[in-house]
Structures are given as C-alpha cells and as structure tokens.
C-alpha cells in the first residue's frame, strides 16, 4: 500500500484522538469542579434548579432547595458551583456594588451638555394627531393635484400595451 492510500486513515485517526482527547479534559474539568463542593456553596442543577448544598457524600449532594426543602441529586447532576456573588444575584435579586456607575439608557446624555440638552428640550417636534377637518400640509396637497391631473382609467383600460 502506497502512503497516498493510508493518509485518510491517519487523519482520520489522528482527528478521533484529538476528539476524544478533548472530551475526556471536559469530563476531569466537571469531576474537579463537582469534587470543590462544600455545605454551603451555591449550585445549578441540570435541570435548572438554584440549590444550596447542605451534605457532599462520595456520590450524592444533598441541598436546600427552599425553607424546609431538602433534595437529595447525584453529584452528575449538579451543572455549575456558582461564586456567591453569582448566586445572590440569580436567587435573591441582590447586586453586587458596581461602584454605583449608572450607564445612561440612550447615548445622547453621554455627548450633550447641561446647556446643550436644555436648547434641544426647546425645539420639541408636534406628534399630535391632526384631525381630518384640518387642512392638509404642502406635501399632502401637491400628491393630491398632480393625482387629479392624470387622467382617470375606466374598468376595461390597463396600461399594458
């Protein structure tokens, strides 16, 4: 067999090792991240269920899941450890302080003045509905008489040649 013929098998080969090689780095990543459980600690389950761990046994955790709730999950199922800080602000609703920086809701307020902003206030644009009795603005009126001017089409006319 020349090498031209084996190459495909190589790489074939070599991708399956590489595949293989990088799950099983996921799988010892998960395994250390399960093992660092400890009572008290803040996890996710797989199923999306925020829990505080109680007990670490070799293969189940047991947590508090809410006052008087205690479930007991294999340590399989447990998706993420959660920092504390990450925990509080999914379960509680509490933020971290974030040096109380308050990002502006539109990024005018970020280029304008004081005075700048005051003067824009002054020129503010009429969004009221007008009413039908009113007369029609410019634009309205020009489309009206340049559509008057063309002549009219009766049922059997088309512009087809």
Known sequence: MSLVTLLPFIVLIGAMFLMTR???????????????MQPGSGVRTIGGMYATVK?????????DAGPGVELLFAKNAIGAVLSDDEYNRIVHGV???????????????????????????EKSVDLEKKDA??????????AETKADSEPKKSDGESDAK
């Open 22 to 36: 990088s799950a099983k780095k996921k799988q010892q990543q998960a395994a250390d991240m399960r093992n660092q």
């Open 55 to 63: 007990e670490v046994n070799e293969d189940t955790v047991l947590v």
């Open 95 to 121: 933020e971290h302080d974030l040096k109380s920086d308050v990002v502006p809701d539109d990024a005018s307020s970020l280029t304008e003045s004081d005075d700048a902003a005051a003067a824009s206030d």
């Open 133 to 142: 009795d009113e007369e029609p603005s410019d634009d309205v009126a020009t």
